[in-house]
């Protein structure tokens, strides 16, 4: 399922789409005020993983509702891993991801693409927040 945040309340799509369960796991790209409407969004014993904070690195989260729901919060960057630990995960994504994209099953959302000549419009573009989906530079 695709839920545009901006036209819908994604909280609330989430429950409509899980039937009031929650999902099990948040990939947050974003982080600062979008974790606790994440967290909303979470099943019971759910899990949320921080991987960027586009939205600030600082959150308020109700550690009751945390403990209550039994949700596991964690967070993660590949900036200081290892060369050995990235190849083996790109070896690991190449056999388990790539299959369902070469399948057609797994394709990214595209909004708009730009000549490279347009790169700084296109970081605009991004920079607003009109965008919904990848913004493509063609070389």
Sequence with gaps: HAIDYKAQDFVEEVRRITDGRGVQLVLDMVAGD?????LKCLAEDGRHVTIA?????K???NMAVVMSRRYTLTGSTLRPRSAEFKALLAQEIARNVWPFAELGQLRPVMDRTFPLAQAAAAHAHMEAGA??????LEV
Excluded: C, D
């Excluded at 904070?53 to 690195?57: K, T």
């Design 131 to 136: 965008h919904i989906g990848k913004i493509v």
């Design 59 to 61: 959150a308020e989260v």
């Design 53 to 57: 904070v586009q939205g600030g690195a």
């Design 34 to 38: 979008y974790v606790p409407r994440n």
